[in-house]
């Protein structure tokens, strides 16, 4: 059993500070190309009592790459909603006296921590930067063209040709953050997410008794003993049709892909005349993550039967712990607004992620295992 020790004094926030431009852009489609090669130089040498010296004209200089870089020093894509295109450094022509010429400068694009990307044209995924400095190369520099003393032979000493530097390589690309969170929250709007998590953690979203108060992601910390943590991710409300548009759609539900655990928060506010509604919108959120990725839908869930603190009497709870149980799913009720029940629920997700997270490692053991082993083998 993992206790509940303390909460981590911190917040994340996604989204310009700034009240009158704050937008959080988790996806852009960018245009990049990467630098020419320099040309090649013709060129002989010409020094006094030398007569003849020959070719010695120098290399072209490498064009400059674009280089994606993940940094936790930006938050979302906004950097790239204004900007769209970019355009490295060409390679320097080469130069008599067999100089070469100098190589252009990369560019790099700093991007969140999370961000996959792909290529704009095929949505081939070139990588997913998941850790601090982590880069990809999208677009190569085009290499610098050969000067004309390479083409000296016996039998054509002068030569006056020289290669032109090659093209630099060009392509669209496709940026889409992807929250890194341990924990993800769902449900229908005002079920208390937001609640939840301003509750668990010192993240503090908007609340409201209105739906869809949860216009962005966010994201809390909770700190556990032995040294442990968990990130929690709140993402905008789901209702029914989300998959065709309604509401805010569900495009939000990319930043819970990466979660291994999700809490999924039910409203029993209303229960007390039957609990048909609450089993109702439980099925309406699991329909909607079925519409988006099977993968999601799979993931396993806590169910958190939430705002108990509303309830006339506790019977509707028996009736609606029996029904998860039937469908396999752990129940806990709690209140996000008073706390009853709330450090149960962090045990049992964090008792699920550190389960999960040592099955992940022994998979990959066994993977690499597998993989040395076919290598001696060979």
Avoid at 123 to 133: A, I, S
Wanted: with cysteine.
């Amino acid at each position: 059993m993992i206790d509940f020790l303390e909460l981590q004094d911190e917040q994340y926030f996604y989204g310009n500070p700034s009240p009158l431009t704050m937008r959080f852009v988790d996806e852009v489609r960018i245009h990049v190309r990467a630098g020419d090669g320099g040309s090649g130089c013709v060129s002989f040498r010409r020094e006094k009592y030398v007569p003849k010296g020959g070719p010695d004209g120098g290399d072209g200089g490498k064009g400059g790459d674009v280089v994606i870089k993940a940094t936790s020093a930006k938050q979302t894509l906004l950097d790239f909603h204004f900007q769209r295109h970019f355009k490295a450094a060409r390679g320097s022509h080469g130069r008599g006296k067999q100089q070469t010429g100098r190589n252009g400068d990369p560019i790099i694009l700093e991007v969140p921590v999370g961000t996959e990307v792909r290529d704009g044209a095929t949505g081939e995924l070139l990588g997913d930067l998941t850790q601090e400095d982590e880069f990809v190369i999208v677009a190569r520099g085009g290499q610098g063209g050969k000067g004309n003393m390479h083409f000296a032979t016996s039998t054509r000493q002068a030569p006056r040709i020289a290669q032109p530097g090659k093209k630099g390589e060009e392509r669209n690309i496709k940026l889409e953050l992807k929250l890194l969170a341990d924990v993800g929250l769902i449900g229908l709007p005002n079920a208390g997410k937001s609640t939840l998590i301003s509750r668990i953690s010192s993240a503090r979203p908007k609340i409201a008794d209105y739906p869809f108060t949860t216009l962005t992601p966010n994201l809390g910390v909770v700190r556990l003993d032995l040294g442990e943590s968990m990130v929690v991710a709140d993402i905008p409300g789901l209702i029914e049709g989300a998959h065709r548009g309604v509401g805010l759609g569900i495009k939000f539900l990319r930043h819970i892909e990466r979660t291994l655990v999700l809490i999924h928060l039910v409203d029993v506010s209303t229960c007390d005349h039957g609990v048909a509604s609450a089993l109702d919108d439980y099925r309406k959120v699991n329909d909607e993550l079925g519409h988006f990725s099977s993968a999601l839908f799979d993931k396993p869930q806590i169910v958190a039967l939430n705002k108990i603190d509303l309830l006339l009497e506790r019977g509707p709870l028996e009736e609606l712990r029996e029904a998860f149980h039937g469908l396999g799913v752990p129940v806990h009720a709690i209140s996000a607004v008073t706390g009853e029940g709330t450090q149960g629920l962090i045990w049992a997700a964090a008792e699920h992620l550190v389960r999960l997270r040592q099955e992940k490692r022994e998979k990959v053991s066994v993977t690499s295992e597998d993989t040395e082993s076919s290598e001696d083998q060979s």
